[in-house]
């Protein structure tokens, strides 16, 4: 069953440091997200990308954040300038139908800690 | 404000018994989905209910709408060890908005 992977599964990272985190999305979907969640609180929606560009971005998603989907396989979550407070388990999903239909299929996470 | 606020946070029951949880959200939706979380794992989804349905069901799970009460319910029906989770709720919160708000989640246990 096709899934979404996501890379690395743990990353440990001194503050400012930059980050990449990496998703291979489904490859027939065609919407993507970044979301994430501090430990034992809920899910925030970061990101959303369509038609290789940002389609809405939450509060949460400034400056220091970008993503890019580089060669139609990968779509990447950067962080520009990591600070104590982005550590978080980040989640990558994507989506087959338009905005409002549908399931997300999410991969397993990227855990980032940030020290 | 939350879109999505489940009720109650934690729920502990004995296997075989049902579990309900509840979901309120205050705007319009489209539909109205929950998803389940393994411990530090990624979310799946479970179940789509549509605004102009009611009731849906999937094997143990129920899953009713009240769109009059922006409300949802999801009943999981002879509960077993392994649903042990967090469940969430999500919605779309306006017409045209890209993403799902995910509630807080409640973190159901099953005792053995």
């Known amino acids: 069953e096709p899934e979404v992977t996501q890379t690395p599964s743990h990353q440990v990272t001194q503050m400012g440091q930059e980050v990449i985190l990496r998703c291979v999305p489904i490859?027939?979907?065609?919407?993507f997200y970044w979301y994430r969640q501090i430990l034992g609180q809920k899910v925030e929606f970061l990101v959303s990308f369509y038609n290789n560009e940002i389609s809405e971005k939450s509060e949460i998603f400034d400056d220091q954040f970008s993503v890019e989907r580089p060669d139609g396989s990968n779509f990447t979550l950067k962080i520009r300038s990591t600070k104590l407070e982005d550590s978080a388990m980040y989640f990558c999903?994507?989506?087959?139908?338009?905005?409002?239909?549908?399931?997300?299929?999410f991969g397993e996470g990227s855990r980032l800690t940030v020290l | 404000s939350q879109q999505g606020e489940e009720d109650p946070q934690a729920l502990s029951i004995q296997e075989g018994e049902n579990a309900t949880m509840n979901c309120s959200y205050k705007?319009?939706?489209?539909?109205l989905q929950w998803y389940r979380q393994n411990s530090g794992r990624g979310l799946v989804h479970l179940i789509l209910?549509?605004?102009?349905?009611r009731e849906k069901h999937s094997g143990r799970l129920r899953v009713t709408l009240d769109t009059s009460k922006k409300s949802s319910s999801l009943l999981i029906t002879a509960s077993r060890a392994a649903d042990t989770a967090s469940y969430f709720c999500a919605t779309v919160p306006f017409q045209g908005a890209q993403k799902l708000v995910f509630g807080q989640g409640t973190r159901l246990t099953i005792n053995p």
């Open positions: 999903a994507s989506k087959r139908d338009s905005a409002n239909t549908g399931e997300l299929f």
């Open positions: 490859s027939n979907h065609l919407y």
């Open positions: 209910i549509r605004s102009n349905e």
């Open positions: 705007t319009s939706i489209n539909n």
